[in-house]
């Protein structure tokens, strides 16, 4: 599973509820499958996408 991969799928997503397409029963499905392999894969200690990483301090 590629974390970066995943959110950008995600993103693309929830934009799409802004489309004059809308959102779909599909893209519902797709979400959460998308959301789900993502917290998945941080649970078992994957690293955070690139994108939540930017600028980030500890």
């Given amino acids: 599973m590629d974390p970066d991969t ?3 799928e995600i993103r693309e997503l ?3 509820q802004d489309s004059p ?3 779909g029963g599909l893209d519902t499905i797709r979400l959460i499958e998308r959301v789900e392999a993502l917290d998945t894969w941080l649970s078992n200690g994957g690293h955070l996408p690139a994108a939540w990483i930017v ?3 500890d």
Wanted: proline share 0%; no cysteine; charged share 25%.
């Fill in 14 to 16: 929830l934009a799409r």
């Fill in 6 to 8: 995943t959110l950008t």
């Fill in 55 to 57: 600028n980030r301090q």
């Fill in 21 to 23: 397409e809308g959102f």
